[in-house]
C-alpha cells in the first residue's frame, strides 16, 4: 500500500470518502482502537481520576470513543472539515477544533493532563504548500503541545514514519521544545505489526508520576535515554536503592547525607 | 464546543486570550456531574472568563474567588458543571482582539490560520 502522505495533504486526502471508509472498515476501527489502548496504557494516568486529555489528529473520533470508555474527558483537533463531521454525526463526547497541528495548538499553558495521538504526526514532516517548512511547522507543534500540559504529564504519539530520518526529525524536535522521554517500538520484528510510539515527557516528573514509571521502562527504547535532565544525584541513588530495596537486597537506610559529597577532611 | 474548552482557547495568530464569544445556538446535554473533576479543573481556569461567560449566558453571579475543595457552595459546583460541561456552542463566531474571526459550524470551530485569510 502507497503511504497516503505521498497521494495529498491531509486536508484533501481525508475527504467524505476516506472518512466513511473508517466509519465503516471494521479493520481500520480495529487497529485505531489498539492504538489508543496501547497509548493511553503509555499515558500512566493516575487509575481512577477524570483526566483531561487532548487528541491530536482525532479524525472521526474512533480514539476519542476509546478515551470516552476509559472515562476521561478529552478535546480533540483535526485538519480535516470531513472527517470532524463524521465525528460530530456520531456525537462524541469530546470536543472538537477544526486546526492545523503545524500552526501550533491555540491553547492556555498548563491545561491538559496528557495528549495522545494516533497516526497524525508523520505529516508534520511533509511540506504540502510552498510556504510549509516542516521544521518549522515541527517546533512551533512540539511547543505549543509541550505549554499547555501540566508539567510531568505525557504526550504519547503514534505515527508512521517513512525513514529512520523522519524519527530523528521529529525526536530532535520534540526534544528542543523542552521534553525528554524517547521511542518505544511495539512489535519490532514484524515490518506489518511495528509500531512506533513517541513517548515523552512535559518537565521533570512529577512524583505523583514516578509510581507508574517502571512499565515503561520495561519496553526497549531503541534512542539513547536523555542525559540527565535536570535530575539530581540524590533522586537518582534514592531510586537505586528502592530498587534494590525491592528486589531484596540489603540496603542501607535513607538519611539527609544520602547522595552528599564526603566532606574534604575524610578525601 | 463545550465552555470549558472555550476558556481555554487563545487566538491562534496573535496568541491572545481571551476570544470574543458570540453564539448564535446553544445546546444543553446533560451529563454525568462529577464534582472531583469539576475541581480539579478550576485552578486551571481563568475565574475572570467563567464570571464573565456566566453573566453572558445568564447563569447568575459567581463569587469573586474561585471555590476551593474546602468551600462548602455545592450550588456554585453544580452551576459550574451546567455551564462548563454541559453547555455547548452549536454555532457562532470565536473574535479575535485583532478582528480575526473565526466561525464555529456544528459545534466545530474553525482555527485554521490561512483559511480564514483566503476567505
Excluded at chain 1, 492504538?35 to 489528529?57: F, H, I, V, Y
Excluded at chain 1, 504548500?129 to 501540566?150: D, G, Q, V
Excluded at chain 2, 451546567?82 to 459550524?105: A, F, N
Aim: glycine letters at 6%; aromatic letters at 8%; charged letters at 25%.
Amino acid at each position: 500500500m502507497s503511504r497516503p502522505e505521498y497521494l495529498a495533504p491531509p486536508e484533501i486526502y481525508y475527504d467524505d470518502q476516506q472518512a466513511k471508509k473508517y466509519l465503516t472498515n471494521t479493520r481500520i476501527n480495529e487497529v485505531q482502537r489498539s492504538l489508543t489502548e496501547r497509548a493511553l496504557e503509555l499515558l500512566c494516568l493516575r487509575p481512577n481520576q477524570k483526566s483531561l486529555l487532548l487528541d491530536l489528529g482525532c479524525g472521526s473520533g474512533l480514539s476519542g470513543d476509546v478515551i470516552t470508555e476509559e472515562g476521561h474527558e478529552w478535546v480533540g483537533f483535526d485538519i480535516s472539515q470531513a472527517m470532524l463531521d463524521t465525528a460530530s454525526s456520531r456525537d462524541v463526547e469530546g470536543d472538537l477544533v477544526l486546526l492545523d497541528l503545524g500552526q501550533g495548538l491555540p491553547l492556555r499553558t498548563g491545561i491538559f493532563d496528557g495528549a495522545i495521538s494516533v497516526s497524525a504526526i508523520q505529516w508534520l514532516c511533509n511540506a504540502d504548500k510552498t510556504s510549509y517548512e516542516p521544521r518549522k511547522r515541527m517546533s512551533s507543534f512540539f511547543n505549543s503541545l509541550y505549554a499547555c500540559l501540566i508539567r510531568g504529564s505525557r504526550a504519547v504519539l503514534q505515527f508512521y514514519p517513512d525513514s529512520s530520518d523522519q524519527v530523528d526529525l521529529l525526536l530532535t524536535a520534540a526534544q528542543k521544545a523542552g521534553f525528554s522521554g524517547g521511542l518505544v517500538v511495539d512489535f519490532p520484528n514484524s515490518t506489518r505489526a511495528k509500531k512506533f510510539f513517541l513517548c515523552l515527557t512535559a518537565g521533570p516528573p512529577s512524583s505523583s508520576l514516578a509510581t507508574n514509571d517502571k512499565r515503561v521502562n520495561n519496553y526497549e527504547t531503541s534512542k539513547g535515554k536523555k542525559r540527565n535532565n535536570g535530575i539530581s544525584l540524590r533522586s537518582k541513588i534514592l531510586a537505586k536503592k528502592e530498587r534494590q530495596r525491592r528486589q531484596g537486597r540489603e540496603v542501607r537506610p535513607d538519611s539527609k547525607y544520602t547522595g552528599r559529597k564526603r566532606s574534604g577532611k575524610l578525601r | 464546543m463545550r465552555l470549558l474548552t472555550y476558556n481555554f482557547l487563545q487566538c491562534p495568530k496573535t496568541k491572545t486570550f481571551p476570544l470574543i464569544l458570540e453564539p448564535t445556538q446553544v445546546e444543553t446535554i446533560e451529563t454525568e456531574y462529577n464534582k472531583e473533576f469539576i475541581l480539579r479543573m478550576i485552578p486551571r481556569l481563568d475565574w475572570n472568563l467563567v464570571r464573565q461567560v456566566s453573566r453572558q449566558f445568564a447563569f447568575g453571579e459567581l463569587p469573586q474567588v474561585a471555590p476551593k475543595e474546602s468551600t462548602e457552595d455545592e450550588e456554585t459546583f453544580r452551576l459550574l458543571h451546567k455551564m462548563l460541561l454541559e453547555t455547548h456552542i452549536k454555532e457562532g463566531v470565536l473574535k479575535s482582539q485583532d478582528g480575526t474571526i473565526y466561525p464555529i459550524k456544528d459545534g466545530i470551530p474553525n482555527m485554521l490560520i490561512t483559511q480564514v485569510n483566503d476567505e
